[in-house]
């Protein structure tokens, strides 16, 4: 893949590689410890830490997201292949190169801070019903999923089980590839919740959805990456030491993962995601200020 910074690099101050190193670090655990992606630890800390401009933080995240989340998934498919629904990634996957071609093309468009403002309202309707879930514990998961949504099998003959499946998993997919594009978030954040909202099988175990989950990230980032390097949107420069300490990380955050409890992992994802709807509502409300002190 190719990357440039022709375009970027005169719009970005210079920082110690260690900096990045660091973000890559927290990413990367991140991304293997949920099934994330890490976009939602490194946009925010490239854009507010190093100032970075965010369209330019969106397309380097993709590229290093890509690196550690395939050893993340290697490190899965090795320890509990059984956790991830290869059908699922399929079908999400596809959805997803539409969903980030979408984005892309909104990303040009759009303004930042309608942006981040969006994405929290999904984060903060993912955060609610995931709660739900939480206040129920372990044994109750899939009482507590069905006061969320109908109960959908994951394994039916039925026609319409069929197309339920196939339409709720490629529409997640496109929804997911369009916040990767916009906001670098590598679709995660929209996967997990999402799975554990549709599929009553996700539910009962949030190890399922963070499995299947990273899969798809994969392919999401891949693409998403691809697009923002022709655009120039990647600096080669913070990739190197995002992607190569982020895959320490990510070691680490497998093995952190498998030692921790459905549940714990479910409290520990609902905290992040508040945490992340509220940065982005921050900042969006703070470019809409200055957009309004500009204009007026």
Not at 51 to 79: D, N, Q, Y
Not at 156 to 179: C, E, H, K, P, W
């Amino acid at each position: 893949m190719a990357v440039s910074n022709t375009d970027t690099a005169s719009l970005l101050p210079h920082h110690p590689w260690w900096k990045y190193g660091a973000i890559g670090i927290g990413a990367g655990f991140m991304s293997a410890f949920f099934g994330i992606g890490g976009g939602v630890v490194m946009v925010p800390a490239l854009t507010f830490w190093l100032r970075v401009p965010v369209k330019i933080a969106v397309g380097t995240s993709l590229i290093a997201i890509l690196g550690f989340t395939l050893v993340g998934i290697c490190i899965e498919m090795f320890h509990t292949p059984e956790y991830i629904i290869w059908d699922h990634v399929g079908l999400m996957a596809a959805g997803s190169l539409a969903g980030v071609a979408i984005g892309k093309r909104m990303h040009v468009k759009a303004s930042d801070w309608l942006l981040k403002l969006l994405f929290a309202l999904m984060l903060i309707f993912g955060i609610t019903k995931l709660c739900n879930l939480v206040s129920f514990g372990d044994e109750a998961h899939p009482a507590a999923y069905e006061m969320v949504l109908d109960t959908i099998p994951l394994q039916s003959d039925s026609v319409q089980a069929f197309i339920l499946r196939f339409g709720l998993a490629t529409v997640l997919g496109l929804v997911a590839g369009m916040a990767a594009a916009l906001l670098g978030a590598g679709g995660g954040v929209i996967y997990v919740p999402g799975l554990m909202i549709l599929f009553a099988v996700y539910a009962k175990d949030i190890h399922w959805a963070r499995a299947t989950s990273m899969a798809t990230v994969v392919i999401t980032s891949l693409y998403g990456g691809y697009l923002h390097s022709r655009a120039g949107n990647v600096v080669k420069d913070a990739v190197k030491p995002l992607l190569v300490l982020g895959i320490f990380g990510a070691i680490g955050g497998s093995f952190v993962a498998a030692v921790t409890s459905a549940h714990s992992l479910l409290v520990l994802f609902a905290a992040l995601l508040g945490t992340f709807a509220l940065q982005m509502i921050v900042s969006g409300v703070r470019d809409l200020l200055r957009r309004s002190q500009k204009t007026g």
